[in-house]
């Protein structure tokens, strides 16, 4: 049996382990403190960063007409009228719409070969591009007569007008931002959704500092942050109309905000109707 004598020192022994061990514990904690600090800033991030690209389903608002054969590739609102640019060689057109009725006011036809893309309008002018000629085409907004053209390199998706630069989508995930007066590239973003790029970004709409865009095949819109190209909200349009009753390339793609009455359109290729939605702000 142990004596009183090394059961004490056993015991102190036993004390002198745990104290060191404690010491031991709180030196490790010392010394990673920070990288502790850090991995926990990333993982609040991340949980942000998750919440804010949660898709927000949209709230319904009202429903209007939207002609069928208009194969939509750009959409915009401007005094009670809306801006739209159709596509496919020899249908391609620039027409005018009156928002209550979906009754066509003014149309212009783009020449054969031209397959039209997106439309935005910088103050007299209404801006065009096409799908793979690299032309922009420039018009007269009250006559939709043309006043000039411009080149691009690459596709030409979605086109909108931030109020200082035109930002352009060409399919990929990048967006390129425009001088609109000699239409020269000034800047780009690479637009990422949780750490992925997002391609076949299509049409655009500039809303309340952020860029709204179609994905194409995608029932979802992205808010895009025009600074840096992170995803910081996705809003989920798939009940508006349902895939399954449509053809597979009837696609939603259109988005038009009335900056006025702050009011956000959305409509797709060849759909019937045009609805005004909302979502909610961050
Ligand atoms: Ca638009």
Known sequence: ?????????????QEESQVSSTATERGWLRRHRWGLLVAFLCCACACVVWALARPAAVQFVRAYPHDEKAYTQGLVFENGFLYEGTGKRGQS???????????????HSLDRGHFGEGIAIVGDRIVQLTWQAQIGIVYDKETFEEVGRFRYTGEGWGITYDGTHLIISDGSATL???????????????VRNRGRRVPNLNELEYVRGEILANVWYKDYI???SPRTGQVVGTIDLRRLYPANRRDREAVMNGIAYDAEKNR???????????????????
């Open 93 to 107: 057109t620039l027409r005018k719409v009156e928002l209550e009725t979906g009754r066509v006011v003014q149309s």
């Open 1 to 13: 049996m142990p004596s009183k004598q090394q059961k004490r020192k056993r015991n102190r022994h």
């Open 264 to 282: 956000l359109f959305v409509t797709g290729k060849n759909w019937p109707r045009l609805f005004e939605v909302r979502f909610a702000p961050r």
């Open 222 to 224: 992205v808010r895009i």
């Open 176 to 190: 390129r931002f425009l001088d609109p007066e000699t239409f020269k590239v000034t800047g780009q973003v690479l």
